[in-house]
């Protein structure tokens, strides 16, 4: 027997089998252990992308709700139903929704999940499987100030840069367009101009020189939404405004005031007092010879007549010969307060073009609502703290603009996105 036994252990053969059995507990342990970790790390990533999406979810509801947190719960278990693909169900509680405070944010939403289920070879060895939690929070963040809005909502390219030249605005823009092509930037036009930002898509560019791009963020309410044209001052029939060259000038309305004129017509030199300048049913016509100046001047095109279909002005003749030196009031107390031209919501869809030039210098907003603003400048068309509100903006120039501006003050259109910010 012990012969025997020397033998068997002086054998080397077959030794290999010995040693694959006897490691064979190791491998497999490795391979369940692998295969545990690696389903647990795809739910947990599975898991965090639906807090994420559910969390992003929830802001959305409340900026559609003005704020409200009554359904975001309904918002969340909606996106959860969407995109939530570990098929495996929330442990009860959750999700868990609470709204956290933080430097910057609005509209706040954050989602807490966890779920549990047993691992196929971890589970022989524990008595319970492991939890797996995630959360997310969203809000809406400052991305900068914006002085160029465009109000379409439809899938019309709302913001163009089609020109030759340089377009340095100093500021933001941002399209309401649900287009593919929101905001567009070609020729050999250089924008600079930075966040630009869009509720649809915004096509890439070496024109936007470098501009921090956001697309598929939320609408921009109509900054100037809550103006409206006050005409009680407007006679029956209003008199006409008119200025020509080598002409007396006509009485000037009073500094301060607010006058109505069916037209006004300015094709020579002429200083206008601070004021508002209600246009009713006419143009505001620029001649060749036009040379106007107006500190703290709003000109507001609109129309006595209450009914939707009323006749609203243009801005006719906004030509390149001409020189204009004209900035809106700056007066929190005035309805018009940093607006330089308004033009009525009623007014047709059209177009309104500006073609300036460097002897102009133009400080406030343009707000065109209903219309396409376009901006042809020559060289060196200045703007200061200018604002462009209108349905389409269009900069299609052959040379330079620029827009200056340090403060805005309570005219800042601040620009917000919808981000994860934990």
């Not at 295969?35 to 739910?43: E, G, N, R, S």
């Not at 377009?167 to 092509?181: A, F, R």
């Not at 279909?309 to 018009?336: K, V």
């Not at 903006?393 to 601040?414: K, Q, R």
Request: net charge negative.
């Amino acid at each position: 027997m012990l012969k025997a036994f020397r033998k068997l252990w002086n054998d080397r053969r077959g030794n290999a089998l010995v040693i694959a059995g006897a490691a064979l507990p190791l491998v497999v342990g490795a391979a369940g252990l692998a295969t545990d970790t690696i389903q647990w790390a795809l739910w947990k990533r599975q898991i965090q992308r639906a807090a994420d999406s559910a969390a992003l979810a929830g802001v959305y509801d409340r900026i559609a709700n003005d704020s409200s947190t009554s359904n975001v719960a309904a918002a969340v278990a909606d996106d959860l139903g969407r995109h939530n693909h570990t098929n495996i169900p929330l442990l009860a509680g959750y999700p868990e929704i609470d709204y956290p405070t933080g430097t910057n944010w609005t509209n706040p939403v954050r989602v807490e999940l966890a779920l549990q289920r047993t691992l196929g070879f971890s589970s022989l060895f524990m008595s319970s499987a492991p939890v797996i939690t995630t959360r997310a929070t969203a809000a809406t963040v400052s991305t900068g100030v914006y002085c160029v809005v465009s109000l379409v909502n439809t899938s019309e390219t709302g913001i163009k840069a089609t020109g030759n030249g340089d377009i340095n605005l100093g500021c933001g823009m941002i399209t309401n367009s649900t287009s593919l092509t929101a905001a567009i930037a070609t020729g050999s036009s250089k924008v600079t101009a930075t966040p630009v930002a869009a509720v649809g898509d915004i096509q890439d560019s070496p024109n936007w020189g470098g501009a921090e791009l956001l697309p598929f963020t939320v609408k921009q309410n109509d900054p100037y939404a809550d103006v409206e044209p006050d005409t009680s001052m407007c006679a029956a029939s209003p008199p006409k405004f008119e200025v020509k060259k080598n002409k007396p000038l006509p009485p000037l309305p009073a500094a301060g005031a607010t006058t109505c004129f069916s037209e006004m017509s300015i094709d020579g030199p002429i200083t206008l007092n601070p004021g508002t300048y209600i246009i009713d049913g006419g143009n505001l016509d620029f001649g060749s010879s036009t040379n106007l100046t107006c500190d703290g001047c709003t000109f507001v095109l609109t129309n006595s007549d209450p009914a939707d279909d009323a006749t609203i002005g243009q801005i006719t003749n906004f030509n390149s010969t001409i020189e204009l030196h004209l900035s809106a009031p700056d007066d929190s107390a005035n309805p018009y307060d940093g607006i330089l031209f308004y033009q009525d919501r009623r007014a047709e869809p059209g177009f309104q073009t500006i073609n300036g030039n460097s002897l102009s210098v133009l400080e406030g907003a343009f707000y065109f609502p209903t219309q396409e603003l376009k901006i042809n400048g020559t060289a060196g068309l200045q703007f200061k703290c200018a604002q462009f509100v209108s349905w389409i903006v269009d900069f299609a120039g052959n040379a330079g603009l620029t827009n200056t501006c340090s403060d805005y003050g309570d005219n800042e259109i601040m620009g917000k996105h919808v981000r994860l910010v934990a």
